[in-house]
């Protein structure tokens, strides 16, 4: 099997590619049919428990994600974020509550699968690329649709595909490491290659974990800038330690503890917070 990878060709100016004020076709996320936002709410999650061996994971939360929004939840370890992830993409189904998509899809009569596929990314902290195939080709298994790799590399791509891929190449600061494999790239471009292959799925919420995790602070500013500018196009929840990188973002932040929403505002109010202080900010 011989694989082709001849530098790609832009159909579109770089200069329109990046531009801020426009969004292109093939850059919207596709909505489910049946995701209804007429209440300007995507995700609820509303009186969620969940217990493992009788420890109190997830205890009467609730959260509500508005359409476009950036959210940063923080909070210590064993505070329930990584829970909160598997109830909202079927992972674990919680014991009592409501996980709702908009207001008419059911999360907890779905399953991982169908949750994904009504529109729902998540990328864990570690990242999952396929370290001997360039960064062309991850973002081409990537694809939202049925596509194997071995029909991957005999399908040729439309010129909307090809266009898709070059935008998220340049959205994500790989355009110009197309060709090279991923298993060569920093931890940091790694993180932003994953996060571009989630959007190659059309995504209307992306759940992100710890991106910034063993990145330097240049990889950090670049994925904050990176987030941001998601936002609008796809609701982004971010789970993150590094309070310096979620200062940077300055979101509306949610806090959790022992299973609960402990507090939630912008983040000079949450640092005034003397819960939240004592919990888990510390003097910080």
């Given at each position: 099997?011989?694989?082709?990878?001849?530098?790609?060709?832009?159909?579109?100016?770089?200069?329109?590619?990046?531009?801020?004020?426009?969004v292109?076709?093939?850059?919207?996320?596709?909505?489910?049919?049946?995701i209804?936002?007429?209440?300007?709410?995507?995700?609820?999650?509303?009186?969620?428990?969940?217990?493992?061996?009788?420890?109190?994971?997830?205890?009467?939360?609730?959260?509500?994600?508005?359409?476009?929004?950036?959210?940063?939840?923080?909070?210590?370890?064993?505070?329930?974020?990584t829970?909160?992830?598997?109830?909202?993409?079927?992972?674990?189904r919680?014991?009592?509550?409501?996980?709702?998509?908009?207001?008419?899809?059911?999360?907890?009569?779905?399953?991982?699968?169908?949750?994904?596929n009504?529109?729902?990314?998540?990328?864990?902290?570690?990242?999952t690329?396929?370290?001997?195939?360039?960064?062309?080709?991850?973002?081409?298994?990537?694809?939202?649709?049925?596509?194997?790799?071995w029909?991957?590399?005999?399908?040729?791509?439309?010129?909307?595909?090809?266009?898709?891929?070059?935008?998220?190449?340049t959205?994500?600061q790989?355009?110009d490491?197309?060709?090279?494999?991923?298993?060569?790239?920093?931890?940091?471009?790694?993180?932003?290659?994953?996060?571009?292959?989630?959007?190659?799925?059309?995504?209307?919420?992306?759940?992100?974990?710890?991106?910034?995790?063993?990145?330097?602070?240049?990889?950090?500013?670049?994925?904050?800038?990176?987030?941001?500018?998601?936002?609008?196009?796809?609701?982004?929840?971010?789970?993150?330690?590094?309070?310096?990188?979620?200062?940077?973002?300055?979101?509306?932040?949610?806090?959790?503890?022992?299973?609960?929403?402990?507090?939630?505002?912008?983040?000079?109010?949450?640092?005034?917070?003397?819960?939240?202080?004592?919990?888990y900010?510390?003097?910080?």
């Open positions: 099997m011989t694989i082709i990878t001849n530098q790609f060709k832009f159909r579109l100016p770089i200069k329109e590619l990046i531009a801020r004020d426009k292109f076709g093939f850059m919207q996320p596709q909505q489910h049919p049946l209804d936002t007429r209440h300007n709410i995507l995700l609820y999650l509303e009186g969620v428990n969940k217990t493992f061996d009788g420890f109190k994971a997830i205890d009467d939360f609730n959260l509500y994600i508005k359409e476009g929004e950036l959210r940063c939840i923080i909070g210590p370890n064993g505070a329930g974020k829970t909160m992830m598997d109830i909202i993409t079927g992972k674990t919680p014991d009592s509550g409501q996980v709702w998509l908009g207001s008419r899809l059911n999360l907890l009569t779905m399953t991982e699968a169908q949750i994904a009504a529109g729902v990314g998540r990328k864990f902290q570690k990242p690329v396929i370290g001997c195939l360039s960064v062309w080709h991850n973002l081409e298994l990537a694809m939202a649709g049925p596509r194997s790799v029909a991957t590399f005999r399908a040729k791509l439309t010129g909307e595909q090809k266009d898709k891929l070059a935008s998220i190449l959205l994500i790989l355009h490491h197309a060709n090279i494999a991923a298993g060569n790239l920093s931890h940091g471009q790694k993180q932003w290659l994953e996060i571009g292959m989630l959007l190659m799925q059309n995504p209307k919420l992306l759940l992100v974990d710890e991106p910034v995790a063993g990145m330097t602070h240049q990889e950090m500013d670049r994925t904050a800038e990176l987030l941001i500018g998601l936002a609008g196009k796809h609701s982004v929840v971010v789970v993150e330690h590094d309070m310096d990188f979620v200062r940077s973002i300055d979101s509306q932040v949610t806090v959790m503890h022992q299973g609960h929403v402990l507090a939630e505002g912008t983040m000079s109010k949450i640092q005034q917070h003397p819960q939240v202080i004592d919990v900010l510390g003097g910080s």
